[in-house]
């Protein structure tokens, strides 16, 4: 959600963290600021809006210094305002930028006011930078300030700090949210996410839960949540500044969604051979466990929850392993029952989703057979805490609404579907088809891309709409789920998604002339269902946009409505090859209809807070 950056160095770093909070917009936020220590002191610069805004106001009243902080906010406590914008400040001398929520602020508010602190915002990070000034003020350094500060917060947070009694030190602190430090010569930086650091260093350690990273000019040290020194490992990023650029796409959403054959090759990549899954690439113990495995749980929020709700068919039609999938908000507020022998399964792109550690952790407490994480990020939160892990491979996602992390997701729990029906006795032939099948992934998604611009055209007749209907059956009611999701996340149109066989329990009434209906039809058992439902359609009146496999296609009416033909493909990956299209249709009724595609309002990317 929010993004952090801080430097210290012997150059000024204006442009550093400028220029990393704007590889941070992808996260999603409302306001922008900086504060610096310069030669007249602490100084900060916010206003409401863009990176850009707070750039050109920069421009106009510039200020210089060699450590700093920046912040792009996305509003939890008071309304989206510059008064509101971090760094939030006190007394002149702490300034702070804290990602996540401080449960408690209001008690520490009355006892700060009480000893004298003044609040100029309706924020709860205005209390962290108080609480660390009062302790400055009685003698404190800036680490111990912070380490005083930090037992007095309940909730989540990744914080950085700095005060004009110590320049050239920044700290940074997380619980909840993720941090980064960034080492380089004779400067050093911390940050909510890798990205924003990249055009100055490769070289990163990723902070523990309850870590400290004391961060100046000479080096970062890190101390656990003990207080005690921590060795944490130095990582060599690999990915470049130019993987977060837009290069000829006009928008990093259609970028990477072409960018998904690719990233599905990789996900698959060194996973498949001779026919099967490979079952180590789930991590040590994987094949004793997946044997073992009588149920599984998934957990997950979102798209990451359309992916766990797919998997669930294929776990139960391959592997006949009961399936049980919650959206991870609701899982971890009730007392959920644990049948013998069940694989508790965690769904998420950044691997920080606050809801999905904190079901995680709870999971932990509880008699699971283990734990498996399915993610795109290899050194987040919920990896380290996992059993057994899944890369997904799909690259940086910056675009807001998930293309390439959800259909990579669903390509990983294909290979886990697989594998564990493998472990269940599965037919060997049929498994080896399913194999061969989901090798054809990346060239299938490959040609469905070919039907961009048709898409594109069909997408003027939703310009002017409000209202959209998604139907599926099966495996693809999900993917009408995510259709939808993608639809009014992006486009602003209300959609929702029903099975077909519900449509005479209720949505029927809502079919007329000016509600389009979009239908996924693959080639599947389901078909003569599915073509009945939209019989049903066609007698309201309703115009219907049938999304339709080649060689069903042939066979289909295309009356009183439109059809779109995609690649055939088989019953596994179709539900990942369906996806395809209806990103593309959800992109396009979104440019035309004028909206901000990478950063719709009111969302965020990585959802870190409750």
Known sequence: MCGIVGATAHRDVVGTLITGLKALEYRGYDSAG????????????????????????????????????????????????????HPMVSRGSVAVVHNGIIENHEELRAELKALGYEFASDTDTEVIAHLIEHYQSQGADLLDAVRKTLPRLRGAYAIAAISRREPGRVIGARRGSPMVAGLADGEQFVASDIYALLPVTRRFIYLAEGDIADATVDGITIYDEHGAKAERPIKQAHIGADAVQRGEYRHYMLKEIHEQPQALADTLEGRLAGGKVLTEIFGVGARELLTKTRNVHIIACGSS??????????????????????????????????????????????????????????????????????????????VRESALTLMTRAGPEIGVASTKAFTTQLAALALFALELAHHHGLDARRYAQLVQELETLPGAVRDTLALDARIQTLAHRFVAKEHTLFLGRGTQFPIAMEGALKLKEISYIHAEAYPAGELKHGPLALVDEAMP?????????????????????RARGGELYVLADADVARNMRQDNGHLLALPPCGELIAPIVFTVPLQLLAYHVAVQRGTDVDQPRNLAKSVTVE
Request: charged share 20%; hydrophobic share 45%.
């Open 517 to 537: 209906v979009i239908a996924v039809a693959p080639n599947d058992h389901l078909l003569e269902k599915l073509k009945s439902n939209l019989e049903e359609v």
């Open 305 to 382: 929850y359309h992916a766990a709700l797919v998997a669930r068919y294929w776990i139960e039609s391959f592997a006949g392993v009961p399936c049980n999938v919650e959206i991870a908000s609701e899982y971890r507020y009730r007392n959920a029952a644990v049948p013998a022998d069940t694989l508790f399964v965690t769904i998420s792109q950044s691997g920080e989703t606050a809801d999905t550690l904190a079901a995680l952790k709870l999971a932990k407490s509880k008699t699971y057979l283990a734990t498996l994480a399915i993610c795109n990020v290899p050194e987040s939160s919920i």
């Open 34 to 85: 900086i504060a610096l220590l310069t030669d007249q002191g602490l100084e900060r610069v916010r206003t409401k809006g863009k990176v850009q805004e707070l750039e050109t106001l920069h421009a106009a009243h510039p200020i210089a210094g060699h450590t700093g902080i920046a912040h792009t906010r996305w509003a939890t406590h008071g309304v989206p305002n510059t008064v509101n914008a």
